[in-house]
């Protein structure tokens, strides 16, 4: 399961990044992901279902502070763009991953038929809501195929953290519709607002896909522990502490060394991909069609 934050880290650098690279940054990161689910584990003494729901987390913030170090794309490139193709292929795969993704909330909790329903329930609603917001934030009233993409899996990575311990439908219902409307609106805020500051690139947008729906699910995991144990306010302050503990923990990890990573991969030794190569499989692949007199 520690390669999932490998796969959604591999997201914000793909096109970006030569294959030494990625090869490089997949050990260094299964590394570090370990070592830091082996501190909230055994410091923090955190579940192993929520460690692992860090997954999202960590994978997310690595990968964008790891693609902050490579040079930002030109604006007016359009080798990114999508095409009916690759949507096609792109729903293919997202309609894998939400069938499936209840067995992966579920893989490790002890009230596993909770977590399956309560895992569903939230991908239901977040797949509503993606179709719903894509007509109301778009021009021509259409379904953008980059809304659903993203926002109909948010609603599995917001309810993993608390999936097993959600005694009521609605309440991942609602981790559902906020993980779906954080991932559509977060779209438009950090492609505008967020990432020209930054002068961040995020190739396939896995922060407002990953990053923001399991910060809110860190955050209701937390809420909820405060209502079930409200009435034991000796430990209560404790309990938390330890949930925001491994939160900043494991974001923090992944911050500085995503960054660390970048910068040394970055160096002339792993000739790196210049600019007005991004996004060419040409660089690295042999297409016999595309050869001269084929």
Known sequence: MSMTAVVISTGAVLGKANPVQLILMTVLELIVFSMSRWMNVTFLQVTDSISMMHVHLFGAYFGLAFSSCFSEPSPRTDKNARTPKSDLLSMLGTVFLWVFWPSFNSVLS?????????????????????????????????????????????????????????????????????????????????????????????????????????????????????????????????LVMIQVGAFCLTISVALLTGLIAGLILNLRLFKTIPVSKYFEDQFYWEFPHLAVGF
């Open 110 to 238: 002890d009230s596993k038929w909770r977590a399956i329903y309560n895992t569903y329930f939230g991908l239901a609603v977040s797949a509503v809501t993606a179709f719903a917001l894509s007509v109301l934030t778009t021009k021509d009233g259409k379904f953008r195929m980059s809304h659903i993409h993203s926002a109909v899996l948010a609603g599995g990575v917001a309810v993993g953290y608390a999936a097993h311990s959600i005694k009521y439908p609605w309440i991942a219902m609602v981790l559902g519709l906020l993980a779906s409307v954080i991932a559509i609106l977060g779209s438009y805020c950090s492609q505008r607002c967020l990432n020209p500051p930054l002068k961040l690139h995020d190739t396939s947008g896995v922060h407002f896909t990953f990053g923001m729906p399991a910060v809110l699910g860190a955050l209701a995991q937390v809420v909820l522990l405060i209502i079930k144990n409200w009435n034991n306010l000796s430990s209560l302050g404790y």
